[in-house]
């Protein structure tokens, strides 16, 4: 009972303090704005605690501590491989909306995510995903997940998004 009282706390502070972005002086405005319209619009992300650390031209650096809405194993203290896959996604679909064609709005159609190892005990998971090419209505994407623990990292992916690039107004 105590655990699901610590996760509605996180929720509390995740949906009031709308997102973390731990290097603001690294962000263009828009990207920033694009940024955080994505996170918000996404109440998993809010939820479990992700942040953005950093975004750029088609690539996107996200984290999410550990803590006890992602524990995959109460007597082991580590992040659940169920939430590294969402925290992949969510990185990776930002990194699409950074791309330099802008595409308005993006959603996964396939992602492959082949796990290494397990994340380490009390640490938290970083992702870091880019956009290499955008077809006239796919996205594709690769990106990693590591922890400070090893120089290997957590877990690879490869995914495709859908896209759209502009509003048609009939």
């Not at 939430?83 to 595409?103: E, F, M, N, R, Y």
Request: with cysteine; glycine share 4%.
């Amino acid at each position: 009972r105590k655990e699901s009282s610590a996760a509605s706390d996180v929720y509390k502070r995740q949906t009031l303090s709308s997102v973390c972005i731990r290097k603001p002086n690294q962000l263009n405005q828009d990207r920033l704005i694009i940024a955080r319209s994505f996170i918000n619009s996404l109440p998993h992300a809010r939820y479990m605690g992700m942040r953005i650390d950093e975004i750029g031209t088609g690539f996107a650096v996200m984290s999410l501590p550990y803590n006890a809405i992602v524990n995959g194993d109460i007597t082991e203290k580590s992040i659940h491989s169920i939430a590294i896959s969402g925290l992949i996604d969510t990185c990776g679909g930002l990194s699409v909306l950074a791309h330099k064609l802008q595409p308005l709005e993006t959603a996964t159609m396939n992602l492959r995510v082949d796990y290494l190892r397990p994340a380490a005990l009390n640490q938290e998971v970083r992702a870091r995903a880019e956009c290499y090419y955008i077809s006239d209505s796919v996205a594709y994407v690769k990106a990693t997940a590591e922890d400070n623990s090893s120089r290997d990292p957590i877990a690879t992916a490869l995914g495709t998004f859908a896209i759209i690039k502009e509003r048609i107004i009939s």
